[in-house]
């Protein structure tokens, strides 16, 4: 029976442990959190330095919130990582993206917007963060 | 033959296209995915849990190149593109997700010529 118990719980934590693993590299506090300053806190970034080396090209106006092109380009040496918040969402991170071995500083996404409100765009590299906004005013409310 | 039936069976999920211009592979990736925020009711007042991908990874030849945190921002059916230098044609790549709920779903193509 302590043979077949151990086997048993040996069993579930191969079976499990995937699921938690990738449970874990989710930052959930980052994407939970409903103010921007607290979403870029929990992303450890604490400065951020304001740079024309971030191209953010998306609509001036947006009929529909629920569905806003975006196109990201870093020109920053050595970006590392390309973050997406809407300041004015009721959670503002969208998303996270990291890049490695040849993967361009670039991403082209949809995303939704609540209403008018700014694009931020924060660029990790090395131990800095950059940053750089657009504003896209919304005429149809895409969160719901 | 039975990695392509595979990915025919999965096909509906993830659409993918991989095309080399010059030194760079732009990937376009089309995922079939509700993206539900959990703040969205249904016609009789309830909440529609949130639904939404949390984790994607895409790899070239088997080496991860982009690593990717989503939160419920990110539009139904999301769309990506990304640019990979040092591609050629014949290499693999490969887009696998995960969701809020444990589901996944995987996808892989080969980088062809831009015509």
Redesign the interface.
Known sequence: MRRRDFLLGLFSVIVLAP?NA?AA???KSA?EAAQLAEATKHLTIDTEIISQDIEIIAPERAENG????V?VRSNIANTEAIAIL?EK????????????????P???????MAETSEIKVIVKAGSQYFTQVKNVVVLEN??? | MGAVDMVELIADKIKMRAQLTGD?VEVKVLMSHPME?G???NDIEQLIPAHFI??LT?T?NG??????????????N??????????KVGDVVEIIW?DNL?KSAVQSVIVTQAL
């Open positions: 699921i990738l590299l989710w930052n994407f629920a569905v806003v092109p196109e809407v969402n009721p959670t503002p991170l969208i998303a996270n993206f990291m890049f490695s071995n040849g993967a361009e670039y991403v082209v996404t949809r995303i939704k895409g969160c719901g | 760079i925020t703040r969205r009711k949390q984790l895409a070239l080496k991860t190149v982009l690593e990717a945190q989503w939160g419920t921002g990110i539009s139904k999301p769309y990506l593109t990304l640019r990979l230098k040092g591609a995960h444990g």
